[in-house]
């Protein structure tokens, strides 16, 4: 196992420079930005340093060889800014939609009256984006459901009174031998 080298005394530590990668920095260059050579290093010799030019956009020619690309301004960093709750807003009765009221009243006392002015408190809440439609949608389902009750009732009820007729016939016109 080898031990990490240590500065020697008298020379400073390494800094990493641009043509190091850190944790910080991409590993892969990038081509379209010019990265200035690592200090103590230069060009190749004879060879001036030549500025990377970016590429052209999409749709536009690149600049001939030997001319200047041009210039572009510098951009500017953007952060993202830290999200705003939103502040919490009541509801008042003045800005909720009327048919949603009456939707949820009329379920408990006229179910089908409750239906009705349920799907009308939806389609103008759709419409005018009024407050509401929890109401609406509970007005909708309570009426529905007592509809399906008194359903449901009316039916067993004629049928309770379909089998006691049935069986009250039956002793009555029979024979009691």
């Known amino acids: 196992m080898s031990t990490p080298s240590t500065p020697e005394?008298?020379?400073?530590?390494?800094?990493?420079?641009?043509?190091?990668?850190?944790?910080?920095?991409?590993?892969?260059p990038l081509t379209h930005v010019?990265?200035?050579?690592?200090?103590?290093?230069?060009?190749?010799?004879g060879q001036p340093a030549a500025p990377a030019q970016p590429a052209a956009p999409y749709g536009q020619q690149s600049p001939a060889y030997g001319q200047q690309a041009p210039a572009y301004a510098q951009q500017q960093s953007y952060r993202a800014a830290a999200p705003v709750p939103a502040a919490p807003r009541g509801t008042t009765l003045a800005q909720t939609n009327?048919?949603?009221?009456?939707?949820?009243?009329?379920?408990?006392?006229?179910?089908?009256?409750?239906?009705?002015?349920?799907?009308l408190g939806l389609s103008q809440i759709?419409?005018?984006g009024d407050a509401g439609r929890g109401l609406a949608v509970t007005?909708?389902?309570?009426?529905?459901?007592?509809?399906?009750?008194?359903?449901?009732?009316?039916?067993?009820?004629?049928?309770?009174i379909a089998l006691a007729i049935g069986a009250m016939s039956d002793s009555y016109y029979g024979y009691g031998y």
């Open 9 to 28: 005394s008298g020379t400073p530590a390494a800094q990493p420079t641009a043509a190091q990668p850190t944790a910080a920095q991409p590993t892969v």
């Open 34 to 45: 010019a990265q200035p050579a690592a200090p103590g290093h230069s060009a190749a010799p």
């Open 98 to 119: 009327t048919y949603a009221v009456l939707a949820i009243l009329l379920a408990f006392i006229a179910p089908i009256a409750g239906v009705v002015f349920g799907h």
């Open 126 to 128: 759709k419409r005018t």
């Open 139 to 160: 007005g909708l389902v309570i009426g529905y459901a007592a509809i399906a009750f008194l359903i449901v009732f009316f039916v067993m009820y004629i049928g309770f």
